[in-house]
């Protein structure tokens, strides 16, 4: 190839050195998926040169085979955040950029940023003071300064618009897609389920919307159904202790692997997310992706990414989702109509279409057209259709 011919572009990397869950896991997938198709040599592939640069090295590889990886050490002093992306990674993109776990560079305006959400905005409470001021400061000048924009759901969409943190002119809707859970592989858990009763699960975590609460308050309700609830994540367990310590019918799993996270949701008789807001809800999509019946928050992005392939409660009605897990735990063809749903409604989320809509954005970068058509409708989210078109 000629190098000097080459339409260059960089991934920034920053995510490698983090757990994949939530927006690593985005990024994570995404750049899978572009290798992936690199290697394919597909036509938008044509003439592109494709690397990952980083601070550190992954903290779990990725399968990459035709896009190289570069350590950039980040500086030992001073260790601040962002310090990294926004000093030092700027003088080592030659081209384009590719951020996808919202911050990016803003001295870098031939660049594609993904931004998930508004949270630090919508439920405040959930993240510290620093953290919000960054985001607060740095995603409108990203937003506005960058070439183009994706996030994860129309619900994330309108929120990045009507605050004002992006045109609409250059958002793009590409979702998040469902391929990975399909290859967790159950037989490499080492997670025991030592009571013989049914169990729901669902994922805990520290943020306050997360709705840690909702968890606490069910769990008499369904210790009273005989049925268990086992909850994964990194929360601290004294969040549902009781009087008498915590109920004997739940589970504090901790952080576990995908196997295991497979294994779970392969036997569990639900999931429950009772967040009351997800930009995108991916735990969701994991559990329908593999058969799981799921039970979410009528809230926030969720129906528009379940559709009619899960059941619904309000975040903060216990007798809601009780009721919910009692109909589940009585009605085998439901069970049976749900995993149907899910697992078909999950096979409209695909990395693939999202990684080939980077690249049509990449390639319209280069060609300096707007990553949106004149009407503002996103044309390179071919993700997007099958999926809001769904019958609710």
Request: charged letters at 20%.
């Amino acid at each position: 190839m000629n190098r000097s011919a080459a339409r260059r572009w960089t991934i920034n990397g920053d995510f490698l050195a983090l757990h994949p869950n939530g927006v690593v896991r985005y990024a994570r997938e995404v750049t899978t998926a572009l290798d992936r198709i690199v290697a394919s040599r597909h036509p938008l592939t044509r003439d592109l040169e494709l690397e990952i640069v980083a601070p550190r090295p992954a903290v779990e590889q990725l399968p990459l085979s035709a896009i190289p990886l570069r350590v950039l050490p980040e500086f030992n002093r001073p260790r601040l955040p962002q310090l990294w992306a926004q000093m030092q990674l700027p003088w080592h993109v030659p081209g384009g950029l590719l951020s996808f776990c919202n911050l990016a560079p803003v001295s870098i305006r031939r660049q594609i940023v993904c931004i998930h959400d508004l949270q630090t905005r919508l439920a405040p409470e959930s993240y510290g003071r620093g953290f919000r001021f960054a985001h607060r400061i740095l995603l409108p000048i990203i937003g506005r300064w960058c070439a183009g924009v994706t996030t994860v759901s129309e619900f994330s969409r309108s929120h990045l618009i009507n605050f004002g943190v992006v045109p609409e002119r250059k958002l793009v809707v590409t979702y998040n897609g469902h391929e990975h859970a399909t290859y967790w592989d159950p037989a490499d858990s080492k997670l025991e389920f030592s009571s013989e009763q049914p169990f729901v699960l669902a994922l805990g975590r520290r943020q306050r919307h997360k709705n840690n609460e909702l968890l606490r308050r069910i769990a008499a309700p369904l210790d009273a159904m005989g049925i268990d609830l086992c909850i994964a994540g990194d929360l601290d367990p004294g969040e549902f202790a009781q009087e008498d310590g915590v109920p004997a019918n739940v589970r504090i799993l901790g952080r576990i692997s995908d196997s295991d996270l497979a294994k779970a949701l392969d036997a569990a008789l639900c999931f429950l997310l009772p967040s009351r807001i997800e930009g995108f809800g991916l735990p969701a999509l994991e559990a329908m992706a593999r058969g799981c019946p799921t039970i979410v928050s009528h809230a926030a992005s969720l129906p528009e990414i379940c559709g009619d392939a899960a059941l619904y409660a309000a975040p903060d009605n216990e007798a809601e989702w009780t009721a919910a897990v009692e109909q589940l735990r009585i009605d085998p063809l439901l069970r049976h109509k749900l995993r149907i749903r899910g697992m078909d409604r999950a096979r409209h989320y695909s990395w693939q279409k999202i990684a080939e809509t980077y690249l049509e954005m990449m390639a319209r970068v280069d060609a300096c057209l707007p990553v949106m058509d004149p009407k503002g409708s996103p044309e390179l989210a071919p993700v997007g259709k099958p999926v809001t078109q769904w019958p609710q």
